[in-house]
């Protein structure tokens, strides 16, 4: 049974860098894409992008100039760095694994950037 | 605005069958990529409910079906309970935007 835990810094202040790491338990990261998801408040998700087992990125357009996605395989974990966060980036995070849809979520972290 | 569309809400009673519709275009659901359907809770918990337009995972119940057809896509739920309360989200990928796109939602309540 693969569990993702997922943590990070909930407040930030407008120009930081939001950063979230995202734990794997029960599996192994080969053959899989590892994304991370958000949902702003009152609004639907929007993914964020993705990388798989070898460390290949994949980025939202949209948010492509900011976002870096990188992966610890000695630790089974990860990451999301989010540079330049703004009032617009408040949202709850998820991290998901990918094959065929994305079958595991991690419970989520509440990010907010104040305006 | 997301890039495919969902109606905001949908209810039903209990033991009824509801649909979700999920509409696309010729960049997305129409150039033949799959469709994929999530149940997000209230608190977050979400959960692979249809995965390539049609197909169950492991421990969703038959009650809950997903159907795919020109730009379109569809899932449906029969048997309402309360406990399907939530939001539910389709996703596919678009290949103008290069982007995996999700629809706005469309959030459920059993009446």
């Known amino acids: 049974q693969v569990e993702l835990q997922q943590w990070g810094a909930g407040l930030l202040k407008p120009s930081e860098t939001l950063s979230l790491t995202c734990a794997v338990s029960?599996?192994?990261?080969?053959?899989?894409?590892w994304s991370w998801i958000r949902r702003p408040p009152g609004k639907g998700l929007e993914w964020i992008g993705e990388?798989?087992?070898?460390?290949?990125?994949i980025y939202n357009p949209s948010l492509k100039s900011r976002v870096t996605i990188s992966l610890d395989t000695s630790k089974n974990q990860f990451s999301l760095r989010l540079n330049s966060v703004t009032a617009a980036d408040t949202a709850v995070y998820f991290c998901?694994?990918?094959?065929?849809?994305?079958?595991?979520w991690g419970q989520g972290t509440t990010v907010t950037v104040p305006s | 605005q997301s890039v495919l569309t969902q109606p905001p809400s949908v209810s039903g009673a209990p033991g009824q069958r509801v649909t979700f519709s999920c509409t696309g275009n010729s960049s997305n659901i129409g150039a033949g990529y799959d469709v994929h359907w999530y149940q997000q809770l209230p608190g977050t918990s979400t959960k692979l409910l249809i995965y390539g337009n049609t197909n169950r995972p492991s421990g969703v119940p038959d009650r809950i079906s997903g159907s795919k057809s020109g730009t379109s896509a569809s899932l449906a739920i029969t048997g309402l309970q309360a406990e399907d309360e939530a939001d539910y989200f389709c996703q596919s990928y678009d290949h103008s935007l290069s982007a995996v796109v999700f629809g706005g939602g469309t959030k459920l309540t059993v009446l």
């Open positions: 998901t694994r990918g094959y065929r849809g994305m079958d595991v």
């Open positions: 990388i798989n087992h070898d460390g290949g990125t």
């Open positions: 029960g599996g192994s990261f080969r053959g899989f894409y």
